[in-house]
């Protein structure tokens, strides 16, 4: 079974949305006991000065990421209310360039209270979506597992080869012998 060691892949969005288990019933939130474990693993993917939002914050934006990035998969439009939501909190914060001395970086800027977390999940959800790699995106081929991931290659199928992949060709072999 997954868990919040081992989400599928390094994309922040990808990883929010497969926090909950929906091919089994009932449903399995992974955040119920791993919400600031969650944010801990993520915390590479995360610009500079962001801290774990409330668990009740990053459910709410975890359905909308979860519908768009499933509505991008099925290749149909995304519901309304999603689509608002992830707008809402990558605008809850904004960006800008600042010159340093190896160039220029962008600096987040949650002064005001905005979440840069939650910002940089709806960013990387609408970059994921509407960028190059959105035909990569997938949904695990196991039957009994809902995890989405971003395929490095076409011919990958299952979210993670070491668990879904090996559970499924572990069955193949019994159902041959």
Known sequence: MLDLDSLPGDDLAVNLADTVMLAVSPSIDLLDDGHARFWATQASLLPEGARPPSAEQTRRLR???REVLEAAVAKREPEAWAVERVNAAAAAVPTS???TADGAEMSWHGEDGGE???A?????AIDLVSGPRAAQLRRCGAHDCSM????ANSRRVWCTPSLCGN?????R???KG
């Open 63 to 65: 359905s909308a990421v």
């Open 148 to 151: 989405l991931f971003v395929a």
């Open 167 to 171: 559970r499924v060709r572990v069955a």
């Open 97 to 99: 360039p600042r010159l």
């Open 116 to 118: 840069i977390a939650l």
């Open 173 to 175: 072999h019994a159902k």
């Open 120 to 124: 940089a999940v709806a960013v990387a």
